[in-house]
Antibody
């Protein structure tokens, strides 16, 4: 069974930083691209970022480009999202999601974690 | 990356069928056969219901079906059941390994 467990959320002041982690199990982590999707309170889903299976390539939504970085440790089956220069509009539940395709096309997400809440407020 | 357009709400009675639309552009929905649909119950994580326009993951009832015509994709839920009441989101590949989601549709089973 695929399991994704996010951690690292919390309250941070505007301009601050936070690092989210996603621990994966139940599948060959190093074979799949991974992604983060967020959901602001009462709002819809927003794709944030993705990383290739090897970790060599990352992709970001325009809204977070230059502020967020994404990395993975395939030896630890863990995904990391480093969030800097946080803004109030970054407040959301952040979901870690597994990309369905082994081809590496970031499109369909077949497994999701339960999410971790990030609140940016003074 | 502009969000895909979905109706904010849809409804149907038990046993009926309902179709939810998802409109994008030739740069996303119309340009690729990578449209997905997700179901989200309150307080829960999204669940993949349809991928690559019309494919169903294992375990998803065949009451759920997907299609696409031009820049518009659709999700049809046949034989509505009470447990189908949820928010539904479409998403599409948008090139360059980026994804765009729709604004979501709240499906009410009357």
């Amino acid at each position: 069974e695929v399991r994704l467990l996010e951690s690292g959320g919390g309250l941070v002041q505007p301009g601050g930083s936070l690092r989210l982690s996603c621990a994966a199990s139940g599948f060959t982590f190093s074979s799949y691209a991974m992604s983060w999707v967020r959901q602001a309170p009462g709002k819809g889903l927003e794709w944030v970022s993705a990383i290739s299976a090897s970790g060599g390539t990352t992709y970001f939504a325009d809204s977070v480009k230059g502020r967020f970085t994404l990395s993975r440790d395939n030896s630890k089956n863990t995904l990391y999202l480093q969030m800097n220069s946080l803004r109030a509009e970054d407040t959301a539940v952040y979901y870690c999601a597994k990309v369905l395709s082994l081809l590496g096309v970031v499109s369909d997400f077949d497994s999701w974690g339960q999410g971790t809440l990030v609140t940016v407020s003074s | 990356q502009s969000a895909l357009t979905q109706p904010p709400s849809a409804s149907g009675s038990p046993g009926q069928s309902v179709t939810i639309s998802c409109t994008g552009t030739s740069s996303d929905v119309g340009g690729y056969n990578y449209v997905s649909w997700y179901q989200q119950h309150p307080g829960k994580a999204p669940k993949l219901m349809i991928y690559e326009v019309s494919k169903r993951p294992s375990g998803v009832p065949d009451r759920f079906s997907g299609s696409k015509s031009g820049n518009t994709a659709s999700l049809t839920v046949s034989g509505l059941q009470a447990e189908d009441e949820a928010d539904y989101y479409c998403s599409s590949y948008a090139g360059g390994n980026k994804v765009v989601f729709g604004g979501g549709t709240k499906l009410t089973v009357l």
